[in-house]
Structures are given as C-alpha cells and as structure tokens.
Nanobody, 129 residues
Framework: QVQLVESGGGSVQAGGFLRLSCAAS????????LGWFRQAPGKEREGVAR????????DYADSVKGRFTISQDNAKKTVYLQMNSLKPEDTAMYYC??????????????????????WGQGTQVTVSS
C-alpha cells in the first residue's frame, strides 16, 4: 500500500517558486519525522528540510534556509515544502520520507537517509537560469 505520495514538481525559471506536497497516512504521518530530500544526477541524496509532526519542530539545510519553508496540515495528513527564490542548483528529484522521531533528533543540519523508513516515489524540480 502506498503511504507517501509527492506532488507539485515542475519546471520554473530562476527566482520562481513551487509548492511540493507529501500526502501521508496515519502510520507515516502521526508523530513522525517527515523529511524532504533531493538528489541530482551524479550527486548524493541530501536532506533539505524536516519536520516532526508531533511538535512542528523544523530544520533546514543551510543551502535552503530562508528560501524554503516546511509545514504540516494534520487534518490532511500532508506535509508541504514551499520553495521560493529557486536557483538552478535546486534542480533535482525531490523525495518525501517518513521516519521515527529519532530521525528528527539529530542536531542542526544533519539529515540521515537510513533513519527514514518510508519513501515516496519522488517529484522532479527543474530550475532554469
């Protein structure tokens, strides 16, 4: 059964914006660490932002801080990633992932993919200069 579904990706020009959505289930949403990761061709998967749905506590990678905002909607069991002031280097496949609370307990900008139990299929974001 599908438990995480991303949507909202697309192609935009530099300086533009996109809003990604991650639709979750009870098992993947409630009191879970929901993270957004991205992976560009030839590069390692990197964490972008995360939110613990039990407290709404958030963390961001330095590269997106001040430009991206992660948020949650408990009624819809959905996590969003608002991406503003997009840059060409933001181009990547973006993935939503769900893990236990411990995945959100790493300090600062540390994101560890192995900590996440469930992964979505990904949604492509392309930013042209």
């Amino acid at each position: 059964q599908v438990q995480l579904v991303e949507s909202g990706g697309g192609s935009v020009q530099a300086g533009g914006f996109l809003r990604l959505s991650c639709a979750a289930s009870r098992d993947t949403y409630n009191s879970r660490c929901l993270g957004w990761f991205r992976q560009a061709p030839g590069k390692e998967r990197e964490g972008v932002a995360r939110i613990y749905t039990g407290s709404s506590s958030t963390d961001y990678a330095d590269s997106v801080k001040g430009r991206f905002t992660i948020s949650q909607d408990n009624a819809k069991k959905t996590v969003y990633l608002q991406m503003n002031s997009l840059k060409p280097e933001d181009t990547a496949m973006y993935y939503c992932a769900s893990g236990p609370v411990t995945a959100c307990l790493w300090g600062g900008r540390v994101f560890r993919p192995p900590d996440y139990t469930y992964w979505g299929q990904g949604t492509q974001v392309t930013v042209s200069s």
